[in-house]
């Protein structure tokens, strides 16, 4: 059975996240700063006036600078806004000229709401460097070096830069050269490790005990502190006792019904669906929706494969989870509260939501198959359009309405694993090679190739544990995702 409906596609393509299903809209914010230049006497205590490296030699020059610089940043903004439907502003617009001004500076910048600073040194800024350290957020030194005007500390630039790869630095500065896409992509890193501090989010059932984490140091509570320490998730526990009551309580009303005539209908095929317990799914979705607004949560995971939770349901989540990342809400499977942290990175970095799954590959072929039952149709996107999928059921029970999402062939894909003990996270960049393999696993079936293979595997030999879920986004999003990492204080493997 197949069918479109114009309408419902208009429907489909207007849910996009809101004030009802994120956070209040509030303006991410980087303070700006110029190291303005200083005539000094004598390079050795003479009596002969000695200009810094660079062209400014005045703060009118600086000015002037700010005034290109802030044109440069509208189309940063344009394209943040884009992306993530986040507005940025940019503050200050300090000329600093000595310490002390750095200084006076500190406690302001400490004490905002800004979530970064963006330094421009239009003369030699290492003099100031550890003073800078004071301002407690993440610092960017934007440097022109093939661009006009020539900044004062070109030329030494990595030699700054190969000072600060020390790892107790390298979490909270970055040093980008004329480059103001990558400049984008750091302010997206630091706006999604703004946003993901203290979420909270919902969980049904206890976390995934059935991926064995004691076998390699750690459990799944251990995990959960592991990543409240380092970022302050809340979670709000209701355990599958109240769901299944609250589930028996809820009508399958007419909004519920008509949403399951209207999905299957724009459906480019239907198989395998018992129309009950698919309908159930999407009461599903109601309640957890219900539920999300009650608490005030921003993502959600339910600990369903490993449990009764199908069988006392009747249905799977599987659809809710599937509509709830079209809506910019996280909502991962299986109570995986690593996957769960890759998923906030990745949506709140890139505006896309991304795709969980379990990795099948081994050393002989360069090319990986990653597999589940659900993903999100706005895989490209939050607003973007959805991509065409088959209605259909999980997989292992026959049970629900899953969405299996057609991947576009030919499609940039990044790839991200990270262990349970939060050691070390691999990323790689790959491209699809199919989608829809119609082989007997997970509903949603992705081939793609990776780049530099051997690297790929052998890292994850090392490093990665049985049973870890991998994370797929759509696109090469590797810078934005290492430096969230970094402003995590986890190691990344770039491969």
């Known amino acids: 059975m197949t069918g479109s ?3 419902f ?9 809101t004030s009802d299903n994120m956070s209040k809209k509030m303006a991410h914010k980087f303070w700006c700063i110029f190291i303005a230049p200083v005539l000094r006497i004598g390079m050795n205590q003479g009596f002969t006036p000695v200009a810094q490296w660079g062209w400014a030699k005045t703060d009118k020059d600086v000015q002037e600078e700010i005034n290109e610089i802030k044109r440069q940043l509208e189309h940063v903004k344009q394209n943040i806004k884009k992306n993530l439907n986040d507005e940025i502003e940019f503050v200050g617009w300090n000329i600093i000229h000595n310490l002390d001004e750095v200084l006076n500076l500190s406690y302001d910048i400490q004490t905002s709401d800004v979530d970064g600073v963006i330094i421009f040194s239009t003369s030699p800024f290492w003099i100031y460097l550890e003073a800078l350290y004071t301002f407690n957020k993440p610092i960017i030194f934007f440097a022109k070096e093939f661009s006009k005007p020539f900044y004062g500390f070109n030329l030494m630039t990595y030699y700054v830069k190969w000072m600060l790869e020390e790892p107790y630095r390298r979490n909270w500065i970055k040093i980008i050269i004329d480059d103001y896409e990558l400049l984008r992509k750091e302010l997206q890193a630091i706006i999604a490790f703004s946003k993901i501090k203290n979420v909270k989010v919902l969980c049904i059932g206890g976390p995934a005990e059935w991926k064995n984490g004691k076998l390699w140091g750690y459990g799944s509570y251990e995990l959960i502190r592991k ?20 589930f028996k309580q809820t009508s399958l ?37 219900s539920l999300l607004k ?18 006392r349901a ?60 659900t993903a999100a149709t706005k895989i490209n996107g939050i607003c973007r359009e959805p991509e065409k999928y088959v209605a259909t059921s999980h997989y292992e ?49 992705i081939m793609f190739e990776v780049y530099n293979f051997e690297k790929f595997f052998k890292a994850c030999e090392r490093n990665i ?14 810078k934005e995702l290492k430096s969230f990492f970094d402003l995590l204080g986890v190691k990344t493997i770039v491969i």
């Open 227 to 246: 990543i409240q320490e380092r970022i302050g998730m809340k979670i709000k526990f209701i355990s599958l006792d109240e769901f299944e009551r609250i």
């Open 253 to 289: 009303t007419e909004d519920i019904q008509n949403e399951y005539r209207d999905f299957i209908k724009n459906a480019i095929n239907i198989k395998e669906i018992e129309e009950k317990s698919a309908i159930n799914s999407v009461k599903m979705y109601y309640i957890l929706k």
């Open 465 to 478: 544990h049985f049973y870890e879920h991998m994370i797929n986004v759509i696109g090469d999003h590797t």
């Open 397 to 445: 029970s026959g049970k629900g309405l899953a969405v299996e999402v057609l991947f576009r062939e030919g499609d940039p894909i990044t790839i991200i694993l990270l262990p349970s003990d939060l050691h070390v996270v691999i990323i790689a960049k790959g491209k699809i090679v199919k989608s829809g393999l119609e082989l007997p696993i997970c509903r949603n079936q």
């Open 5 to 7: 409906s114009d309408e």
């Open 314 to 373: 009747g249905t799977t989540p599987c659809y809710a989870l599937s509509r709830l990342n079209d809506e910019g809400i996280v909502a991962t499977c299986e109570a995986d509260f690593t996957a769960m942290l890759v998923m906030l990175a990745s949506f709140y970095a890139t505006g896309k939501p991304a795709f969980m799954g379990d990795p099948i590959f081994n050393e002989m072929e360069p090319v990986v198959i990653n597999a589940h039952c």
């Open 9 to 17: 596609r208009e429907k489909f393509n207007k849910r996009k996240f």
């Open 294 to 311: 009650k608490y005030d949560c921003k993502a959600v995971t339910i600990n369903c494969y490993a449990t009764d939770f199908i069988d």
